[in-house]
Each structure stands twice: as structure tokens, then as C-alpha cells.
T-cell receptor
Framework: EVQLLESGGGLVQPGGSLRLSCAAS????????IAWVRQAPGKGLEWVSS???????YYADAVKGRFTISRDNSRNTVYLQMNSLRGEDTAVYYC???????????WGQGTLFTVSS | QSALTQPASVSGSPGQSITISCTGT?????????VSWYQQHPGKAPKLIIY???SRPSGVSNRFSGSKSGNTASLTISGLLPEDEADYHC???????????FGGGTKLTVL
């Protein structure tokens, strides 16, 4: 069964850093695009970043220069390193398999982190 | 503010049909047939129900259908069931610096 499992959420102070992990099972992350999508409390979905199977990376303007997506094929895991965190980064972060043109499926269960002092 | 515009809420009775709209621009919905729809129940992760405007993933009920006209995509749910009550999000590939844009989500209430 194809599954994704996020981890790494929690409480972080403004200006702090955090790394989220997305562990895949049932498929190899090296063969697919993986995306991070976030959802602020009570809000809609917001695309954050994608890593293609060729290694290309893409970022939303809101996180460019602060977030870095990477992957470890040996661990079958994709990471999202988040620096210079702001209150508006508070959200549930989901990882999902696929490209925007094909639709994202499946999604992980999500991990919540809060930026607050 | 979301890049794509969806109604905040829609409602319908069991057995009825409803349609949710998703309006974008010529940088996304209007120029590309890469519109997706996601169903999200409270506290759960989104689930893909429509991709490439009108295609259904394996296992998704044929009561869900998608279409597009100009800059507006639509999701139609026919024969409403109580379990269809959820939030529905549209997403589209975008040629802007933001690779992917989403709508603000629509809450469907089955009366």
C-alpha cells in the first residue's frame, strides 16, 4: 500500500527552525515528485514546495529563501527544512505524492506545527 | 487570499445534485487542463477525487464529475449522500511563479 507519514511538528519560536520529514512506503520517492502543502487553521490549502524525481526543486514565493526541500532516497524520505519561521507559517503540513498536473495522491496524515513565543 | 475563487459553502439534500465552481485566470485554470479536486473530511487529509479537469482516480465514485469552461472549473456531485458532507478544494497548475494554486475550499452540507 502506498503511504506517506509526516513527522517533526511541534512548537517553535518566531525566527526559529524546524525540519519536517515525510517517510514513504509502498513506492520509491526517487521515482516520483513529492510536494509539501500546508493548511493554516480554518483555511484552504497552500502549496509550499515540490521536489521532482529529477532533483528539481520549486518553492512558493512565501517560503522562498527560508525553506529547503530535500530527499534521502536511501531512507525513502523527503524533508522540509524551515528557517526564519514566522507566525503565518503555523499550519498543518502535508506531504503528497505526484505533480500538480496529475493531482496529488496519496497525502500523508499531516503534522502540525505552531510558531509562537 | 487564495488564488482560485470558490464559494465558501453549498448545501443540498440527499439524492440531489450540487455544483461547486472554481474560478481562476488565464495563468492557471483558463490555459491548462490540469485542474484537480480534493475532498477533505474534518480532521482528515485531503483525498484526490478529480484530476486533469474530469478524470477520476480508480475507486472514486462516478457520482463525482468535473468540467471546465473558460477560467472556471466545476465539480458536480450527483445523488448526494450524507458521507459527501466535507470540504472540497480545487487546485490548478499555474504558469506563474507559484507552481500550484488552490482555492479557499467549499464546505458542503448535506441537509
Amino acid at each position: 500500500e502506498v503511504q506517506l507519514l509526516e513527522s517533526g511538528g511541534g512548537l517553535v519560536q518566531p525566527g526559529g527552525s524546524l525540519r519536517l520529514s515525510c517517510a514513504a512506503s509502498g513506492f520509491g520517492v526517487s521515482s516520483y515528485t513529492i510536494a509539501w502543502v500546508r493548511q493554516a487553521p480554518g483555511k484552504g490549502l497552500e502549496w509550499v514546495s515540490s521536489s521532482s524525481r529529477s532533483g528539481d526543486t520549486y518553492y512558493a514565493d512565501a517560503v522562498k529563501g527560508r525553506f529547503t526541500i530535500s530527499r534521502d532516497n536511501s531512507r525513502n524520505t523527503v524533508y522540509l527544512q524551515m528557517n526564519s519561521l514566522r507566525g503565518e507559517d503555523t499550519a498543518v503540513y502535508y506531504c503528497a505524492k505526484g505533480r500538480s498536473r496529475d493531482g496529488y495522491s496519496p497525502w500523508g496524515q499531516g503534522t502540525l506545527f505552531t510558531v509562537s513565543s | 487570499q487564495s488564488a482560485l475563487t470558490q464559494p465558501a459553502s453549498v448545501s443540498g439534500s440527499p439524492g440531489q445534485s450540487i455544483t461547486i465552481s472554481c474560478t481562476g485566470t488565464t495563468s492557471d485554470v483558463g490555459d491548462y487542463d490540469y485542474v484537480s479536486w480534493y475532498q477533505q473530511h474534518p480532521g482528515k487529509a485531503p483525498k484526490l477525487i478529480i484530476y486533469e479537469v474530469s478524470s477520476r482516480p480508480s475507486g472514486v465514485s462516478n457520482r463525482f464529475s468535473g468540467s471546465k469552461s473558460g477560467n472556471t472549473a466545476s465539480l458536480t456531485i450527483s445523488g448526494l449522500l450524507p458521507e459527501d458532507e466535507a470540504d472540497y478544494h480545487c487546485g490548478s497548475y499555474s504558469s506563474s511563479s507559484t507552481l500550484v494554486v488552490f482555492g479557499g475550499g467549499t464546505k458542503l452540507t448535506v441537509l
